[in-house]
């Protein structure tokens, strides 16, 4: 790790006291490896490894393996994420205890851990938007959303402002917001680098804009979930007590097991390296005055429509009959299908808005026959009759890698190519080949170590 910026040091001394040297020792030891198990795709561990105390879906493994050789993680059955930033799932744990989330707005939601959380911790009723503004960041957002395979999310790529409209729609908020970085430096030396105090007074500013775009959208009587990760009471508190003088907000604070080493703040938590095993992480809670409205008014879909009757009946072998979804379609022809709960929020997002990506992405009518989408194979939603063919790890592989199969006597047609009875993907089964349509741009490339 590149030294400390000389400024950082100083004012870490001061914040940590006697704590400084078993903070800089900690930054000099290996980073923990942690992932998050999608439950809806693994019951139980898949690995060796010790649990995650303030997420029971988290796991601590002893080493960090090759994610990318792993076909359980194309398959979406886990997320590689920073065990502080699991923290999240507790905090949603305590507030369920007494309070019901039917949307959910992640606002800068990209790569995607803090959304795959939501995922996990709300009830499937609950309509999550994961939000990035940064286009290159939204695709890769768009790639984990379709791994963890649930069609309550929608994914969208806006600005704050563009989400204006929205005021009062959600009755949960998370802004883990931009910010220079100072709990990655174990992590990623590039941020050591980039550190500067110049640039801890732009992270402020931007994130001050983030939260004054961020507070309107928060419904009466919601919460608002405020995270970084870095530690100056800059970019953590003293935007929380921003927010407080307003008058429309209380912090919020939980009992912790000390055990867990997480650090109270004024109106946070705090999670320091040398205490806990993590990186650095601050997380505040606040809930908005009033009381919810109950439900909101019905928007209009602006650009996505009721698919056509022969089209539903060309998916429905695809989709599974006992969920309760709509099949919408694009001027372009892209199908989607959309749990029926959520498409007042679609409604009202697609008003404002015109970069949406809905629930599953189902894929498009070639004639009468669906091509199916990649992320359809990765869903939760799919018909149980669907056939399979069935890969043992050398030739989930060779599938990831687009390497050629060899053909399967008495099979033809799409199938869903499943490892350990998860999809990774669609082939086409023919007499003397199977076509790979797995996508090129997620090729594995990696050879074997």
Avoid at 308 to 333: R, Y
Avoid at 344 to 358: N, Y
Wanted: glycine share 8%; hydrophobic share 40%; with cysteine.
């Amino acid at each position: 790790m590149p030294a400390l910026p000389a400024a950082f040091a100083a004012r870490m001394q001061d914040q940590l006291g006697q704590d400084w040297p078993a903070f800089t020792q900690s930054l000099s030891s290996p980073p923990p490896v942690s992932i998050n198990y999608n439950r809806a795709k693994a019951a139980g561990p898949l690995y060796e490894g010790t649990p995650v105390p303030w997420n029971d879906s988290g796991q601590y493994l002893p080493e960090r393996p090759s994610f990318t050789l792993d076909p359980h993680f194309h398959a979406g059955r886990y997320y590689v994420q920073e065990a502080g930033s699991m923290f999240l799932a507790y905090v949603l744990e305590q507030l369920q205890r007494e309070q019901t989330f039917r949307t959910a707005l992640d606002l800068c939601g990209a790569p995607g851990g803090k959304t795959t959380v939501l995922l996990n911790a709300l009830p499937t009723d609950c309509t999550v938007v994961a939000n990035e503004i940064i286009k290159s960041r939204y695709a890769i957002l768009k790639d984990n959303l379709a791994k963890w395979g649930r069609a309550n999310v929608i994914a969208t790529h806006a600005d704050g402002e563009r989400l204006a409209p929205l005021a009062r729609r959600f009755d949960l908020v998370v802004a883990d917001a931009p910010c220079s970085g100072e709990g990655l430096f174990r992590k990623t030396p590039e941020a050591t680098r980039e550190w500067s105090p110049e640039n801890v007074a732009i992270c402020e500013n931007r994130q001050r804009d983030i939260v004054r775009q961020t507070l309107p959208l928060v419904a009466p009587g919601g919460v608002l979930i405020y995270s970084t990760c870095t530690y100056n009471e800059g970019e953590n508190d003293q935007q929380v007590a921003g927010i407080l003088e307003k008058g429309d907000f209380e912090a919020l604070n939980f009992e912790l097991p000390a055990e867990w080493g997480i650090t109270p703040t004024r109106f946070g938590y705090q999670f320091y390296p040398h205490r806990t095993r993590s990186e650095g992480f601050y997380l505040a809670v606040l809930r908005k005055s009033g009381t919810p409205a109950g439900r909101v008014s019905k928007a209009p879909l602006r650009y996505f429509s009721k698919a056509p009757g022969a089209t539903e009946q060309a998916v429905a072998p695809w989709l599974d009959p006992n969920s309760s979804l709509a099949l919408l379609t694009t001027p372009k022809g892209q199908l989607y299908a959309v749990p029926k709960e959520g498409l007042p929020l679609l409604g009202a997002l697609s008003q404002s808005l015109s970069k949406i990506d809905p629930g599953t992405p189902v894929g498009v009518m070639k004639g009468k026959q669906l091509v199916p989408d990649h992320a359809l194979s990765l869903s939760l939603h799919l018909h149980s009759d669907l056939p399979v063919a069935a890969l043992d790890e050398e030739e989930a592989l060779a599938f990831l890698r687009k390497a050629p199969l060899p053909p399967r006597a008495g099979q033809k047609g799409w199938h869903l190519m499943q490892y350990q009875g998860w999809g990774i993907g669609w082939g086409k089964l023919l007499p003397n080949r199977i076509n790979n349509y797995f996508p090129n741009y997620l090729r594995v490339r990696m050879s074997a170590p």
